[in-house]
């Protein structure tokens, strides 16, 4: 392809082609810190590339590539080349990964431990880790969360992370400018904003944490905390993994495990204040 | 009504975890996960390894959980077989 950059984000190795050079020099500037790792082999290829070659530049138009497409994705606008970017790397990861059981959620660590926070889209799993990742927490991921099948341990993936919405103003307002990337207007997800996770997060991306905490966030309604069995908790992560299956027993291992040692509660919050001070109170007990 | 006998999978064939209120079962042949609850783990495990019926089963069941073997139990037992054949955990002799 014309364009290309590699990028390294936790275990994942990603080589990403494009047809336009915008969409590469936007990922170079967010993950120009992280660390690389030329000479190893690309785990997970994505490529963004143009329906016929003059829609590079007539209406151009991306659509997404790789080693797994999605048949029906419709293609998006060049403008919104970052957003097809991620939603590539995302989709190879999903579809791809099986070095690791892959949860659909959130986690941040203290201390070698962490909390994994699983919820679908709009329950605040992102928000809440980025916000406590510029506090006093280490940002493992705002999307993915790997566990190891043998260790039972969590591996971080912090790519730089989707702000979306009100969540946009909410960080945008607490951090450097420099580490946030252009504001993606109107995008199918509404408007998104990325943010490149605080220095602490990239440099320690390989470091495995030992999961002490399992969330089930939803945001609305009053502040709420439920205590979650081994047997709903897994029924959960089962559907929030998106290689449970793919795996066979090594992901049945690896989650039954999980559930029984880790303690698992619902949780409800009305703001993100209200959020951030249920997981600090949960993990004062969890620590304990 | 005929009680039918059935065979349990072999040992190695399942993994079963207790998780709580439910358990998980995982059937290495299907590579299928199973969720199920009490007295699906109860009858899997009074089994042992030559077939048998509702009515052996519930006898089992009742010696070691003070039930009534006959009547509902039996009934009930000779149903959660036909189910567990249906999901490929237990096998008709």
């Known amino acids: 392809m014309r364009h290309g950059t590699r990028i390294a984000v936790g275990p994942v190795q990603f080589r990403v082609g494009s047809d336009w050079a915008k969409p590469i020099a936007a990922l170079d500037r967010l993950y120009a810190d992280y660390p690389q790792h030329e000479d190893r082999p690309a785990d997970a290829t994505v490529r963004l590339f143009a329906a016929r070659p003059w829609r590079r530049w007539l ?176 029924v959960r992560l089962t559907e929030a993994s998106t290689n449970y299956i793919a795996l066979g027993e090594a992901g049945f291992g690896a989650l039954t495990r999980l559930v029984r040692t880790v303690p698992a509660f619902a949780i409800a919050y009305p703001d993100s204040a209200s959020g951030i001070a249920l997981v600090e109170d949960l993990w004062a007990e969890a620590a304990r | 009504m005929i009680d039918r006998r059935y065979r349990a999978a072999p040992k190695e064939a399942l993994r079963v975890e207790p998780l709580g209120e439910l358990t998980a079962i995982f059937d290495r042949r299907s590579v299928q996960t199973h969720l199920v609850v009490s007295p699906i ?25 003070e039930v009534e073997a006959e009547g509902d139990v039996r009934a009930i037992v000779a149903e959660r077989l036909r189910e567990l054949a249906d999901l490929g955990l237990v096998a008709p002799a």
């Open chain 1, 59 to 234: 209406r151009p138009s991306v659509h997404i590539g790789g080693d797994y497409v999605v048949p029906d994705a419709l293609p998006l606008p060049l403008s919104m080349g970052l957003l097809a970017a991620e939603m590539g790397m995302n989709l190879q990861v999903a579809l791809g990964w099986r070095r690791h059981l892959l949860l659909h959620a959130s986690a941040v660590a203290k201390n070698g431990r962490a909390v994994i926070m699983s919820g679908a889209s709009g329950s605040g799993k992102s928000t809440l880790a980025a916000l406590l990742g510029e506090g006093g927490w280490r940002l493992m991921g705002d999307e993915f969360t790997l566990i190891a099948p043998a260790s039972g341990e969590a591996f971080a993936f912090p790519r730089a992370v989707s702000l979306k919405n009100q969540a946009i103003a909410e960080l945008a307002g607490r951090v450097d400018p420099a580490r946030l990337g252009p504001l993606l207007a109107g995008t199918p997800k509404g408007d998104i904003r990325h943010l490149i996770p605080r220095a602490d997060a990239i440099e320690t991306m390989h470091e495995p944490v030992r999961p002490a905490l399992l969330l089930f966030p939803r945001f609305g309604g009053e502040a709420a905390v439920v205590p979650m069995g081994e047997g709903e908790a897994f």
């Open chain 2, 41 to 65: 783990p109860e009858i899997l495990a009074a089994m042992g390894e030559k077939p048998c019926d509702a009515a052996t089963l519930a006898a089992r069941l009742a010696a070691d959980f």
